[in-house]
């Protein structure tokens, strides 16, 4: 028996000054549409990080993502070039239009069916630079290395990486090595940054994007994600047959460009998957994205791994997808631009933009209701409940 | 709770009678079938897993049932649906 | 996927509203309470309530067992989880659960080692990999789970494990249906029994609801067309002046239950004299205890723990949501101190709480939901 007998009753300090914090806002309202207007002013405040510490969540690309780069990054580094968020930095210097980005590489684990970490570093860096209309040219790689690693698994990564490199038309030019003590590095952490030539007078991005727009996306959604929880052997789930998909991205934008598809926007659906892309898209470009669900592609293996783990396949990370936002009267000849080639053969119009509700993403449900497809907070969870 | 999904049993194991193979969507798990012991689940049956159990096998007669209710509830809606177009027109 | 696809045609499912449609009488209200969280998650998970005439209003009650534990319990599982050599297996559902002192998550940001399992029977395999490690498994759940606990706790005692234990939060479902209908403050027609607990206990357990108070219980299956069924057959029940136990779920809940789930419940585990629920306050031989032969495996006799209770704010009003007495968007702290980041009381807590699955996905008015998907 607990000792609630005894009758000691706390509170909990962080509740109390949440309620605090937003004390003015309260009251009593008995109309709907007054609680939900509260509720949208109180999303659109400055993001203010209330945590001590960084958790998981922080890494999952969800709100708490979002929370940690707006209220530290951004307002740390504040400058133009990083306000808008996107995938990758663009800017001019001197004659050249040029798309900058970085990422790392923590993933475990390092090998899994379909490929591995060094395979991600390469094709990570490439798609980022893929979705904002650059052709990717040279890349860096550092490694963060845990003391006893061995170095086969260090030579089958960098091979990988030099196979993805050369299938992707990059080069690796520069890089860095440090070793940290056993214990620290899960083996293996890999940095990559990119830089690519664009064309200057190609406009992409959010901004662009306007109500009456068609959504596609690249492919089945939700293969990697599955593929490194199922690798982890944590679940005791086996799908045999199910790889990662982690590919570069810059052939299928390419085939997009040479058909003449007037793209508004591109972006790769990386952690958090196609829904938080989707509401990163929303938020950025103020309008709506309603999804249909029935034509999102999920390959049945996804999806029954996702249904017993009680997970949406729409928030699953992908590594070798991408949504691709064109004028709606383009839509037809996108898909068939994607699906001509080989990565793009299961493309799909999912969607639509519309003015409203503005800043998110609603869902047509398969069976015909709607809900909204809102930010996870962290990573999907499986849940048993 | 509540989470609980359909898998098909594949395969039971000799050296445990309480674990079975089950397949749900191409996704393979070993599932412990101890709840079902009172009449346990051959290869080809569905069952009803929630958390790495089997709590229930799935009435294939009854499931069949429950679709024909739905399905003839569709019908009877259709077959409205297509009387009242029908008594528009004239 | 079989059995579960057919259950979600819309077809049949448009059949079914018209159907449930015809059966209401002009002018009269009806609120069926569900009180399994998988009800509710299915509902806004499909839009289901676009489906049901406005005259009927479906109101969620305290069936999410994660909801319902007390922030002092999580604060005892973090306890637990910081002594020395110990690892807190526990479901995914728990992780962000905030506690007087913050959540698993934040826990292990500062050291605790609280790793996700999918099913009991992985802390198990923890423990047996773990030999130098104490494994404590945090069972939560109603009776649905209560017999995978008991089966693991049986293995356990099978190999003669001395390092795994169950911290056992089990709670039954029952005496919160009871604690719904006896409040007074309370108008409901009718239930959607919970699909999944009845599997175990059966659908005869609910027979003093129809008895005793008169409301008609349909259990329940979790897809959409389940549901919307469990609907039109308790608008049949009332247009008909029936009042039954009925079950909907036939495909996978037998009418008896499963006796073999309840033996090994009944073998391992007993009533605790009384439990706080979160929300609901103390309810008397509402939760599950390990029974002293197992105390091998019972984490509370294993270890002391603080035991504090913490209250819930006292601008929280889930008491009241839980009761089906408030909507959501009723609630003076829904959507601005109280959000999924920051859940203040149990509704909020798990994706599948009233305010929760509300917030989450149900917020957007339905008028407005209605116009936008019409592009």
Redesign the interface.
Known sequence: ????E?G?????????A??R??AD??????R??Q??A??ER?RRRRPRL??Q?????HGAGG??SQ?LVEAVFRDAFDNPLLAPLEDAAVFTAGEAALAFTTDSYVVTPLFFPGGDIGDLAVNGTVNDLAVAGAKPLHLSAGFILEEGFPVADLRRIVASMRRAADVAGVSIVTGDTKVVPRGRADGCYITTAGIGLRDPSRHLGAATVR??DAVLVSGPVGDHGVTVMLARG??????P?LRSDTAPLSGLVAALFEAEVPVRAMRDATRGGVATVLNELARAAGV?V?VDQAQVPVR??V???S????IDPLYVACEGRMVVVVPGEAAESALAALRAHPLGAEAALIG???E??SG?V?????????????LL??DP????? | MCLGIPGQVVELRTDRPDLAEVDVSGVRRPINIGLLIDDPPVPGDWILIHVGFALSKIDEAEAKAAMDFLVSLGQAYDDELAALQASRIE | MRFVDEFRDAGAARALATRIAELCEPGRQYTFMEVCGGHTHTIYQHGLEDYLPEQINLVHGPGCPVCVIPMGRVDDAIHIAEQPDVILASFGDMMRVPGGRGSFLEANAAGTDIRMVYSPLDALKLARSHPDKHVVFMAIGFETTAPSTAVTIQRAAAEGLDNFSVFCNHVTILPAIKAILDSPDLRLDGFLGPGHVSTVIGCEPYRFITRDYHKPLVVAGFEPLDILQAVYQLMQQLAEGRCEVENQYSRVVPWQGNPAALRAVHEVMELRPYFEWRGLGFISHSALRIRPEYAKFDTEARMALPGVRVADPKACQCGEVLKGVLKPWECKVFGTACTPETPIGTCMVSSEGACAAYYNFGRFSRQRVKEATRV
Do not use: H, N
């Not at chain 1, 028996?1 to 609630?4: A, D, K, N, P, V």
């Not at chain 1, 000691?8 to 109390?16: D, F, H, L, S, Y």
């Not at chain 1, 806002?25 to 008995?30: A, I, K, L, S, V």
């Open positions: 028996m607990t000792g609630s005894v000691e009753v706390q509170t909990a300090a962080w509740a109390e949440v309620v914090t937003y806002q309260q009251g009593p309202t008995d709907e549409e609680v939900l509260r509720i109180a209330t945590d510490r960084i958790t998981l969540a709100k708490a929370t109500p009456g944590e679940l005791e789930l086996a799908a047959e709506a309603v049945p293996v999806r029954g791994a249904e017993l783990l009680g639509r933009i519309a409203d509700p998110l609603l869902l047509k449900t398969a069976f015909g209701g709607t809900r909204i497809m809102d907070v962290g969870l499986p849940r048993i409940c």
